[in-house]
């Protein structure tokens, strides 16, 4: 039986990870309506994997026998005035869900949860990609700046990212 506050927690996580999952297909939409293909398949596939961290979070209640409550999803941006600047969001935003992660690890060791903090191990892992990936689009697009044929080259290589089922949907963790 899943301790209360911790199901609380991980109730507001999934629908953390569903607003994370509509802000990125709102950047998918977006940079597919202004050419950028490449980086349109890039938050689609983010968009795929936060719906994941979603799914991995309502397994894991079920399986612990907690109660697994949908609540709204709020608005998102739908503008963004650059590439950099998506990707400037987009690692802001890691950062406030690698602090949510982070809290419920803290309410699982305050309760004492062991079962769940080692669930937390796999997101973790997965929030430091998340930011070190963002971070990397960031610097790469301060040094391409305004140059065209940079930004038609980035597009490219983001067009490149294939979508993969996480480790723990895979049945490997
Ligand atoms: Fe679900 Fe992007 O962290």
Redesign the pocket.
């Known amino acids: 039986m899943l301790n209360k506050e911790v199901e609380k927690a991980i109730n507001a996580q999934i629908n ?2 569903f607003w ?2 509509y802000l ?1 297909l709102s950047m998918s939409m977006h940079f597919a309506n202004k050419g950028y293909s490449g980086i349109a398949n890039w938050f689609m596939i ?1 968009f795929k ?2 719906q ?3 799914t991995i979070f309502m397994n894991y209640m079920n399986s612990r026998d907690g109660k697994v409550v949908l609540q709204p999803i709020e608005g998102v941006d739908t503008e963004w005035e650059s590439p950099l600047a998506a990707f400037k969001a ?1 690692y802001e ?2 950062q406030k ?2 602090a949510l ?1 982070n809290g419920i690890y803290a309410v699982a060791t305050a309760e004492q949860d062991y079962a769940t903090q080692n669930m937390l191990q796999w ?1 973790i892992k ?2 430091v990609e ?1 930011e070190d990936t963002a971070r990397g689009y960031i610097d790469a697009l301060e040094k391409i700046g305004d140059n065209g044929y940079g930004l038609y080259m980035f597009d490219k290589e983001l067009a490149s990212r294939a979508y993969t089922t996480p480790a723990p949907l895979a049945g490997k963790e």
């Open positions: 953390a990870e994370s999952a990125y983010q994997e936060e994941d961290h979603a987009t935003h890691e869900v690698t992660i997101f997965e929030q998340e």
